[in-house]
Each structure stands twice: as structure tokens, then as C-alpha cells.
């Protein structure tokens, strides 16, 4: 949390994460990671700023490998409010929603760049519908299309961020957290 980076990734540059929450990271070029390979991880809050006219790329990644993550809240200055992607990185299973670009849509609110994208969940697609956005809590409401959206053939880890079965369900949810039903939505 409330890291600075200065050029590549605000809290990681060239690591592998499971599991992790970035919040609150600032960097050129990714404000939350970059070049790293991020699995069952929340960026949220993060920023890339530009540099006079230059860089600010990549608010929550740079340049990341991305399976079964959640990117919201996030922003950059001039390229991809979510992620900037090159290289034909993978973005699999990965809900990229509610991120800005102070430059507009067309330079990536969410995703900006090349990349290999397999089952992944965009604002620009439709809305991830999270419980409470605005609070914080990137978890599926019981109507988001990111439940049993994704491929299960990606998954490598037994459990979602809050420690519970990855798998809930037929297939997989997008994101980092596994939709559980509520009591109070079962039939009675």
C-alpha cells in the first residue's frame, strides 16, 4: 500500500505475485506493477502520472502477465487506465473495470496495447458489477457476468484472495474473488 516506483511499478517491478493487494502505488509506468507476473491479485487505487509530456502508462500494470486478477479504481495520465499491455502479454481470466485515462477512452481506460486477452471481463464489454465499487469491495454481485465466465484450464491456485475455493460452481469466476452465494438469496 502507498508505494511510489520511480520508473516501473509503483509496488512491484519484475516479481511474481500470488495472492497480493495493490492499493495506492504510483509509478510512470505502471503505478501498481510492471514486468511482473501477477495470479489471484487485486490492483485498485493505483496511478501512473506523467512525466512532463512522457510516460504515466499503465495506471494499475506495465507490461504484466495477468491470471484470475481484479483492476478497478486505477488511473494514468496519458495510456491505459487499467493496464498497458505489449508484447502480446496474457490477460486470462482478469476483470479490468472502472479504471480512467486522463486522455479519454479511445487511449485505453482500460486497456491500452497489444496482448494475448483469453476470457477477460472489460467496462468497454459490459459492467463487472462489483457489491460496492466505490467503498472498495471488488467482490461479484449475484448479477455480474464475470461469474462462471471463465477458463478453468487457467487456473493454477487452490483458493480466491479471501482464502476459499478457487472453484465455486460450474467454471470459474473471473477476477480475483470466487462469487459465493448468500443465504438470504437462496429459495426458500
Do not use: K
Amino acid at each position: 500500500y502507498d508505494d511510489y516506483g520511480f520508473f516501473g511499478g509503483g509496488a512491484a517491478f519484475g516479481a511474481s505475485l500470488v495472492s497480493c493487494v495493490i492499493s495506492n502505488c504510483q509509478s510512470y509506468l505502471g503505478g501498481g506493477a510492471a514486468y511482473s507476473v501477477l495470479e489471484n491479485c487485486l490492483l485498485s487505487g493505483n496511478r501512473a502520472p506523467a512525466m512532463e509530456r512522457d510516460y504515466g502508462y499503465g495506471g494499475a500494470t506495465f507490461d504484466c502477465d495477468m491470471f484470475n486478477c481484479t483492476l478497478a479504481g486505477n488511473s494514468a495520465a496519458n495510456l491505459g487506465g487499467g493496464a498497458y499491455q505489449d508484447s502480446g502479454l496474457m490477460t486470462c481470466n482478469t476483470i479490468v473495470s472502472g479504471n480512467s485515462c486522463d486522455r479519454g477512452f479511445d487511449f485505453g481506460n482500460d486497456i491500452y496495447g497489444r496482448g494475448y486477452y483469453e476470457t477477460i471481463c472489460s467496462i468497454s464489454d459490459q459492467d463487472a458489477r462489483f457489491v460496492d465499487a466505490a467503498r472498495g469491495d471488488y467482490r461479484l454481485s449475484a448479477n455480474s457476468p464475470c461469474i462462471d465466465a471463465g477458463s478453468n484450464a487457467l487456473v493454477s491456485v487452490a483458493h480466491d484472495l479471501d482464502g476459499t475455493n478457487r472453484i465455486f460452481g460450474a467454471r470459474v469466476d473471473m477476477g480475483c474473488y470466487e462469487y459465493r452465494h448468500q443465504a438470504a438469496e437462496w429459495p426458500v
